[in-house]
C-alpha cells in the first residue's frame, strides 16, 4: 500500500519533474502539453537534458523526484526483506519440525530383569535433565500391559520425564508376582530389590536424568515392592507411590522400626502416597497398615527416635464426591515435623482392585475417576530429593 501511494504522488508530478534514468540515447523532447502544465518548461526547457540544466526552478523538481524514486526503491527492499524474513522463519520452523525425534517405547535388559524404557520426543533436545518415573506392575501383568493400563506413557510426554518399567519373570514367580513377601528381597543390593534399582541406575547412566527426581510407583504386588524400594534406596528414590500394596516386610512391620532400619545410614522421611479403592478384595491388609506403617518408618528417621516427631493423626482430611465419571474418594495427609506434607493417602469410596482413569486396554483397570496417574505425578512433582 505504500509503495502504491508513492507511485501515485509520482505520477500526478509534471512530467518534467520526473528524472528520466541515464541513457546514451539522445534526449527526448517534452510534448506541448507537458510543457504547458510545467513551470520549468517555461523557462525554457524542452528537454530532460535541459530541464536538469535550469537552475532554480527544474532542478529542485528533478531532485524531489530523484528522492521520491530512492524512496520508493528502499519500500521495495524493505518488503523484499521481510518475505525473505517469513519465509526464512517457516523454513526454521519446517526444518525444526522435520528434526524433531519421536518418542520411543522399547525392550532392554539388565542383568537378569528385563524391562521397557519409555522416551518422551523431548528427551534428545532437552537442555535439562529429565525426572525417572519406574514403575512396577501387579501380578499376572507385563510392561507393556502396565503401560497401556496406566496412560504413563502419555502423562510422560505431556509432562516430559522417562518410565522405566522393570517386568518380573515367569522363572522367579510363575504369575509374574514381585517377591515383595520374600526377605530375599527386602534388603538394600539383595534380590529383587537389587535388580530394580540396577536397572534404574542403568538408564541414569545412559540418559540425562535429574537425579533428585527418580520416582518409583507400584500396583499391588507392584505397590508393597515399591514401599520396599523406598525403605532399602531412600538416597536413589526422591517419593514413592503405593497403589493397594502391602506396607514393608509384609505389613508385619507395624511400628516401622524394620523400615528404618533397613534405610541403614542414609534413612531420611521418605514422602509417600498411598492409594486403595475400599471395595478391594484382593488386598490383603489395609491401606491403613502401609500408611501407619511409613508414619513410624519417617518418625524414626527424622530425629533416629521414635517420639511423635510426625505425628500419626491426618493434618487434613478432605472428601470428594462422587460424580458421573469419579468415585466419592477422600484423601488424608499427614505432615512432617517442619509442618509439610510427607504420607498423603487416597481411599477411593466404591473401588475395586484397579488402576483407576486407566485405559481399558490394559488388565485391571477402571477408567472411572480420580485418575490415578495424574495424582501420582503431580505428588511426585510436589517432592523432590531434599
Given at each position: ?37 510545467c513551470?520549468?518548461?517555461?523557462a ?12 532554480n ?11 521520491l524514486r ?10 523484499v ?13 519446517g526444518?525444526?519440525?522435520?528434526g ?5 517405547f ?13 522416551v ?10 529429565l525426572?525417572?518415573v ?27 520425564f ?22 530375599a528381597s ?35 504386588a507392584?505397590?508393597a515392592?515399591?514401599q ?5 534406596y ?9 497403589g ?10 507395624a ?34 497398615a502401609a500408611?501407619q ?22 493434618a ?8 458421573a465419571?469419579?468415585?466419592?474418594y ?6 512432617d ?6 504420607v498423603?493417602s ?6 475395586g482392585?484397579?488402576?483407576l ?15 490415578y ?6 505428588f ?7
Amino acid at each position: 500500500m505504500q509503495i502504491k501511494q508513492a507511485f501515485v504522488r509520482f505520477r500526478s508530478r509534471p512530467q518534467c519533474a520526473r528524472r528520466s534514468r541515464r541513457s546514451t540515447t539522445a534526449a527526448k523532447p517534452l510534448s506541448t502539453s507537458s510543457r504547458a502544465d510545467c513551470a520549468c518548461c517555461q523557462a525554457g526547457a524542452t528537454t530532460r537534458e535541459d530541464m536538469m540544466s535550469t537552475p532554480n526552478m527544474c532542478r529542485p523538481a528533478a531532485e524531489g523526484a530523484a528522492r521520491l524514486r530512492l524512496k520508493v526503491v528502499m519500500l521495495r527492499r524493505s518488503l523484499v526483506r521481510g518475505l525473505v524474513c517469513v519465509l526464512g522463519v517457516v523454513c526454521l520452523m519446517g526444518a525444526s519440525a522435520a528434526g524433531a525425534q519421536a518418542s520411543s517405547f522399547t525392550p532392554g535388559r539388565v542383568g537378569d530383569l528385563d524391562y521397557h524404557l519409555f522416551v518422551p520426543s523431548t528427551a534428545d533436545n532437552s537442555r535439562v535433565a529429565l525426572p525417572l518415573v519406574v514403575y512396577l506392575h501387579g501380578c499376572q501383568q507385563t510392561a507393556p500391559d502396565a503401560a497401556v493400563g496406566t496412560r504413563w506413557n502419555a502423562q510422560a510426554e505431556a509432562d516430559d520425564f522417562l518410565v522405566l518399567y522393570p517386568q518380573q519373570s515367569t522363572a522367579r514367580n510363575a504369575n509374574r508376582c514381585w517377591s515383595w513377601y520374600d526377605p530375599a528381597s527386602q534388603s538394600r543390593d539383595r534380590g529383587e530389590a537389587k535388580m530394580i534399582a540396577d536397572a534404574t541406575r542403568d538408564v541414569m547412566a545412559r540418559y540425562r536424568i535429574d537425579g533428585r527426581r527418580v520416582f518409583v510407583v507400584g500396583a499391588s504386588a507392584g505397590g508393597a515392592m515399591t514401599q520396599i524400594m523406598a525403605a532399602t534406596y531412600p538416597d536413589l528414590y526422591a517419593a514413592a507411590v503405593n497403589g493397594a500394596g502391602c506396607g514393608f516386610a509384609t505389613c508385619l512391620d507395624a511400628l516401622g522400626l524394620l523400615a528404618y532400619r533397613a534405610m541403614g545410614p542414609r534413612a531420611r522421611p521418605v514422602p509417600l502416597l498411598a492409594v486403595v479403592g475400599t471395595l478391594d478384595t484382593l488386598s490383603l491388609f489395609p491401606l491403613t497398615a502401609a500408611v501407619q506403617q511409613w508414619l513410624g518408618t519417617s518418625d524414626f528417621a527424622d530425629d533416629g527416635t521414635l517420639n511423635g516427631s510426625v505425628s500419626r493423626t491426618p493434618a487434613s482430611t478432605v472428601t470428594q464426591p462422587a460424580t458421573a465419571d469419579s468415585y466419592a474418594y477422600t484423601t488424608q495427609i499427614y505432615n512432617d515435623r517442619h509442618g509439610d506434607e510427607l504420607v498423603h493417602s487416597v481411599k477411593v469410596h466404591g473401588a475395586g482392585h484397579v488402576y483407576l482413569g486407566g485405559d481399558p486396554a490394559g488388565s485391571y483397570t477402571d477408567p472411572k475417576g480420580p485418575s490415578y496417574t495424574p495424582l501420582m505425578w503431580a505428588f511426585f512433582s510436589r517432592h523432590p530429593m531434599p
